[in-house]
Structure formats: C-alpha cells, structure tokens
C-alpha cells in the first residue's frame, strides 16, 4: 500500500456528515444522468462526521485496512459494492469488508460511470490531460454525458505515444498493431472498455486506448484497422479519484488522501 497525497484546506468547515458529502458529490457528479450497473452515492452511512477521507480506486480489504491504520472517517472510491447481478448476501469477502468499515465507523461513498466521465475531473479528462490530449468530442456523439471520448493531438508517432503513457502511468501499455505509425485522432475510455473499439473505427480514430484487453480485441484491432493501447484497469482510473479529493478538500476544508493499492491489470 502507498500513500500517494494527502491535501487540506483551513476553512471555517472542519467535519461534514456522510449526507451532506453525498449530497454534494452527487449534485456535481450528476448520477442521475447515468444507467449504472452499481448504486451511486453513498453505500455505508457510519453515521459520524468526516474528517478525513481517503479516496481510492477500489474498497478492497487492503484499502479498508489502510484506511483504518491512517484513522478514516469515509472512504470515496471508483469500484464500490452492490454491483448489478451479483449475490445481494453479506457473507464471505463482501461480509467482512462492510463488518470492517462498520466496526470501524468509517463510511463508504463509490462514484461508477458518473466519475469516469465527468468533464473536469473524471478518469477519461484526467487521463487525457496527462497525456496532452484534447477532447473533441464524446464517443458516442448522442450521448449528452458521453462515458467514451475523441481526442486529438499534433501527430505523433505511435512509439512516442506509447512512451508517454509509459511515464505518466508508470507501465507499458500493452499494444495490438494495425500498422498505423503517425496518429493524431485518439479514442479514449479508461477501464474495461475494449469493446468500444468498433465505435472507435467507427469514427475513423488511429487509437483506441482503454485499460483492459480481451482475446478478440487483437482480432477486431487488426481487423478495424485501429491500434489498440491497454493501459491497465486500475493503472487509468488513479486520477479522477484524486481530482475528486482534491476538489473535495478545498470545497469542505477536510483531510483528504488518495491511497493507492496497486493492481497489475
């Protein structure tokens, strides 16, 4: 586990309750704008004030128990609990992280599509700033809060674009080539967006960076004529977590930290 920042603000405001943060997130995030396969929003009220929040990517038992060690009061994450389909049952491994955040009076807000495509500190934007990229539009241009993005760039060669994921990310994305070594159009959807690739051919982009991969993805790349970048699940949704902290501690005047439990995938 690393803790990667932590940030606050000297307000007048030194503690909010889980609602009032909820209420907040929430209204900036613009959830109801979303079909989600998760509920967004709060999902653990521990029912005490917010002093110190930790953000994250996902509520794993590491996180919970780093969270615990550094004395949270809430945790904010992209990946939370009660996702469609699965078993509604506290039992097992779902069981004990919600005993460990409710023995531990920490509560637990999760942000899915809403944080992924928000357009000043969701994953796609932050993503993209990072790598000097410019949003031109959504992915799916009828999409009024569009989860996928274009972007573009001065053209660059596809090496020098794979060495600059390299660095800011930390880890060399993972490359299926369909030949292309200048590109300037560039889709982009953090997470496990793969096959959004179709739709990425479809609006002629030379890239389609995402985080996961799938064994037809190599097929489709070639095939769409489209390269394809996997840069990582987790590796390319760190940064709108922490945007959201950030802005989070200077609108309440509350410790904030981003906590990274890294993921190889």
């Known amino acids: 586990m690393q803790n990667i920042s932590s940030s606050s603000h000297d307000t007048t405001i030194k503690a909010i309750t889980p609602l009032q943060l909820t209420s907040w997130c929430d209204q900036y995030l613009a959830i109801d704008a979303f079909k989600d396969y998760c509920p967004n929003g709060l999902q653990i009220d521990a029912d005490v004030p917010i002093r110190h929040l930790v953000t994250a990517v996902t509520a794993s038992q590491r996180l919970i128990d780093a969270a615990i060690a550094a004395n949270a009061d809430a945790i904010l994450v992209h990946h939370g609990y009660f996702w469609k389909g699965e078993d509604p049952v506290l039992t097992g491994i779902k069981g004990k992280r919600i005993r460990s955040l409710l023995q531990n009076h920490i509560s637990l807000l999760a942000y899915h599509l809403p944080l992924d495509a928000h357009p000043n500190v969701g994953n796609n934007v932050q993503l993209a700033q990072r790598l000097g990229l410019k949003f031109i539009g959504g992915l799916y241009p009828q999409e009024s809060h569009p989860v996928g993005n274009i972007c573009e760039c001065p053209t660059q060669t596809i090496g020098s674009l794979i060495d600059n994921i390299t660095q800011v990310l930390n880890r060399k994305p993972l490359h299926l080539s369909a030949g292309h070594t200048q ?67 200077k609108q309440f005047g509350i410790q904030v930290s981003f906590i990274d439990d890294p993921n190889p995938v």
Do not use: P, W
């Open 183 to 249: 590109v300037t159009k560039i889709a982009i959807c953090t997470g496990a967006a793969q096959d959004m690739i179709e739709q990425a051919a479809k609006q002629n982009c030379d890239v389609f960076i995402s985080g996961e991969v799938s064994e037809r993805t190599t097929h489709l790349a070639r095939e769409l004529n489209i390269d394809y970048l996997a840069c990582g699940h987790h590796a390319t949704e760190t940064f709108g977590v922490q945007a959201l902290g950030d802005l989070i501690a």
